[in-house]
């Protein structure tokens, strides 16, 4: 044991599996693994286990979008137990790979694929060990001695070599618990199994959105699907002043899931690592979005849809995106749904894609890797034009869940309200919220809602909310940041109190959320130098650097590049 390189994996979900799975593949025999696991189980994580899903809850990625683990999902389904597969009305017979799951199942699924990789471990003579029930606390490196120390529960203490940390999502409560009916967000979702009265106030479209949507419906009323296919929904005679609504900076609801071409966001003419380099470096050290948005987006299109790179080839970022949320914002959002879905269904039946949408998905996951080369004025661009139009048409909402949103709106339970940028919530005393927005017509509004839920998402968290501290104290981790190209729009942002700051040299830098890393996923210290020891995937702490979390998708790509500089 003595010459066995110990790593330790911080976390046991999905980020948690595909690292173990990485190391458990890597070829070497002389790794002594441990994963930190808070629950008693691995592999769903989050989002795939009760902390994230109820039985209502689905995925939003089909079987073939799911990176390969060990088994195929389609042929794990065909040996689970027929009560279960029951349980959430799945017919293995009829089941294929272009079907989306449940996610409590889905999340069984994850579990058994953790389990044939420690499997795998074992007939490989792969030391390792799994603690359940094992909450870190800290960790704490230590240079001197070239080890990092992870801390259980404020007491016990191990050493490794090497650590990854795959703590996946965290959701802070901020009045959760001090409010009455004012939830920070809609997990664990067993909370909104409430039977209301009154209208709610949700934060949000996206798909964390429709988790609190499927819930809260199922629980004020009944879905039916008519004669005609088509589903309608029935308030409960308990809950006849139910309502649900929507309030979104954008006015808009999340696209619908539709048929990939490529069902894994990679496509064989995007920019090489070698050709981002290579730009980088005679960019002056910075990655140009106008590039990546030419290169990786566009030219792709002019090969495989040129009716429609026709009609964008002049454009620029700013005047695509205007284009695209134009159409978006003419339209009622319901009935650009009802649109989308219809569009979606002919996608998925002919098995042709939306080539714009998918490509803008695949720009998204190119660009998060590289995104910490791009200027503070490329990233500002990034945040303001083209990321919310890419949080809307990459969601990916799934069908059955479309048709819920058409029945909830068609039976007057599902409103929708834009209220810009300068709205705000207030949290009630007395229980709720009062949401303070402009309406369309200018007018100031103070709605007040006995029940609130922000549903806007993971939130980008910022470093001071970094779980570990001993690595914030001894400044083994640094607040992320990103330069000005311009001294002059560093000057400009600092004087509209942005969060910027001005070195020694005279350089401006903006700061981001999260934490610096390198293009391997270490983080980096006060004084600019990686740390060999600590790797991190854990995308709230991230983000200010990978600002696209693409799930499963993002776990396979970060653990790649993890092992190979760890193999090195």
Same mark, same amino acid.
């Given at each position: 044991m003595e010459n066995k390189k110990h790593i330790a994996i911080i976390g046991g979900g999905p980020s948690g599996l595909f690292m173990f799975k990485r190391l458990v593949e890597s070829g070497r025999t002389d790794l002594a693994i441990t994963i930190f696991e808070r629950k008693k189980k691995l592999g769903a994580g989050m989002p795939y286990s009760a902390e994230g899903a109820n039985d209502e809850h689905i995925t939003n990625v089909s079987g073939n979008e799911i990176p390969l683990l060990v088994t195929p999902l389609a042929r794990w389904i065909k040996n689970v137990p027929k009560d279960t597969l029951d349980k959430f009305h799945i017919d293995p017979k009829r089941f294929n790979e272009y079907k989306v799951l449940p996610r409590l199942l889905f999340g069984q699924?994850?579990?058994?694929?953790?389990?044939?990789?420690?499997?795998?471990?074992?007939?490989?003579?792969?030391?390792?060990?799994?603690?359940?029930?094992?909450?870190?606390?800290?960790?704490?490196? #230590?240079?001197?001695?070239?080890? $990092?120390?992870?801390?259980?529960?404020?007491?016990?203490?191990?050493?490794?070599?090497?650590?990854?940390?795959?703590?996946? #999502?965290?959701?802070?409560?901020?009045?959760?618990?001090?409010v009455p009916n004012y939830f920070d967000s809609p997990y664990p979702p067993i909370k909104l199994a409430l039977q209301l009265d009154h209208p709610v106030a949700i934060k949000g479209s996206s798909l964390t959105a429709v988790d609190a949507i499927r819930t809260l419906s199922r629980h004020n009323g009944t879905y039916e699907k008519k004669e005609n296919g088509i589903l309608s929904y029935k308030l409960s005679e308990q809950s006849p002043n139910f309502k649900m609504v929507l309030h979104t900076r954008n006015g808009m609801l999340p696209a619908v899931r539709f048929h990939l071409d490529d069902s894994h966001l990679s496509n064989n003419s995007l920019l090489s690592k070698e050709e981002i380099a290579a730009h980088i470096a005679a960019n002056q050290g910075f990655l140009s979005l106008d590039y990546i948005f030419e290169r990786d987006f566009k030219a792709p299109i002019r090969e495989k849809q040129p009716e429609f790179y026709e009609r964008i080839k002049h454009l620029k970022l700013e005047e695509f995106v205007a284009a695209m949320m134009e159409l978006r914002e003419r339209l009622d959002p319901f009935q650009l749904l009802k649109a989308e879905y219809a569009e979606a269904e002919k996608s998925i039946r002919r098995r042709e894609s939306v080539y714009w949408k998918e490509m803008l998905g695949v720009l998204s996951f190119a660009l998060n890797y590289p995104a910490k080369h791009l200027s503070a004025e490329d990233m500002q661009r990034l945040q303001k034009s083209l990321s919310p139009l890419i949080s809307i048409v990459i969601a990916y909402i799934p069908q059955s869940s479309s048709e819920e949103l058409l029945a909830l709106h068609q039976a007057g339970v599902l409103d929708l309200v834009p209220v810009g940028d300068d709205s705000r919530v207030e949290p009630s005393p007395e229980g709720g919220a009062v949401y303070h927005y402009t309406d369309e017509g200018?007018?100031?509004?103070?709605?007040?809602?006995?029940?609130?839920?922000?549903? $806007?998402?993971?939130? #980008?968290?910022?470093?001071?909310?970094?779980?570990?501290?001993s690595l914030l104290t001894a400044r083994t981790i640094t607040p992320a940041r990103l330069k000005f190209r311009s001294a002059e729009e560093g000057e400009k942002a600092m004087a509209e109190g942005k969060d910027v700051t001005r070195d020694q040299h005279g350089d401006y830098y903006l700061k981001v959320s999260g934490i610096t890393i390198n293009d391997h996923f270490q983080v980096v210290d006060a004084y600019g130098a990686f740390n060999n020891r600590i790797y991190i995937m854990a995308v709230p702490y991230i983000g200010g650097y990978n600002p696209d979390y693409s799930g499963l998708d993002f776990s396979e790509e970060a653990s790649s590049t993890i092992i190979k500089r760890l193999s090195a």
């Open positions: 699924y994850l579990t058994a694929q953790f389990d044939l990789l420690q499997k795998l471990a074992r007939e490989k003579g792969i030391d390792y060990e799994i603690r359940y029930d094992s909450n870190v606390t800290d960790l704490i490196d #230590h240079p001197e001695k070239e080890i $990092v120390t992870v801390e259980i529960a404020g007491n016990e203490r191990f050493e490794f070599d090497q650590l990854i940390i795959c703590t996946g #999502h965290n959701w802070p409560h901020k009045y959760e618990g001090i200018g007018t100031e509004q103070a709605v007040h809602f006995n029940t609130f839920i922000d549903c $806007v998402g993971q939130p #980008h968290l910022a470093f001071e909310e970094f779980p570990f501290k």
